[in-house]
């Protein structure tokens, strides 16, 4: 504001770069004020530029925007803060103090005839292709390396093979070794963490070493209802673990399952491949004994 006539002087901040926000701009260049046109998009023209006719007169947009876009483009008293963004606005009436975010273009809009080209090479839709890097050093046995490499030769074919090898993977190492399965994603050319997703997803996966004997309760419904907790606390006190744990001789695995189908039977305990059904607290520790080596 003019100290001495009171007249507010200065800039003008117009936000909004559509037809309303040109229109505006134009005016007070031409009433002498120097204006900062906002626009959060990389262009001016708003949402008119976008449709064919204007209501009610049904006139074309296109005709109604053009002379305002070259008039707002070319206007000497008018800079274009298009790609910006008003963070905060402070003072009073006529004393205002705005900061502007301008977002990076990656071009110089100096230089930017509109060509098109930084389209067509953009980084950010193009993929960049970049050399694969070296697989990695497995460390594994050569006894562990014949036994997987016979295991995936009995399987031809792609990501469809994974949960069979994995099945036999387990049968024969009792759990999912992490080098076993990297050379798995090296032989089949599977990704690593294809094949990762479904071991974590399938409760018969193991990437914990397991026990020689997987001892599982089934804590069903008709389980539960007939003491099927109670087993599961006795075979705790009995191994020394928790549910999920395996003992330190590395002989007893204990887990726990919602349903093993056979609620006839139940409750029901597991110890590898043999069920055993009516099962109590004192027949499931004498299970312990029985396969104790």
Sequence with gaps: MDQETGQKVGAVLVVGGGVGGMQASIDLAEGGYKVYLVEKGPSIGGVMAQLDKTFPTNDCAMCT???????????????????????????TAGNFKVHVRKKARSVDPEKCTGCGECVEHCLVKNIVYLEPPPPAEIEIGDNERLKVDEILSRYDGGRETVIPILQDITDEFNWLPPNVLMRASQVKQIPLEHILRIATFYKGFSLKPRGKHIVTVCTGTACHVKGAQRILDRLERELGIETGETTSDMQFTLDAVRCLGCCGLSPVVTVGDDLYGQMNPAKAAALIDKYQD
């Design 65 to 91: 925007l053009a002379p305002r876009m070259v008039d707002c483009g070319g206007h000497l008293n008018i800079e274009k803060l298009t790609y910006s963004e008003i963070e905060s606005i402070e003072g």
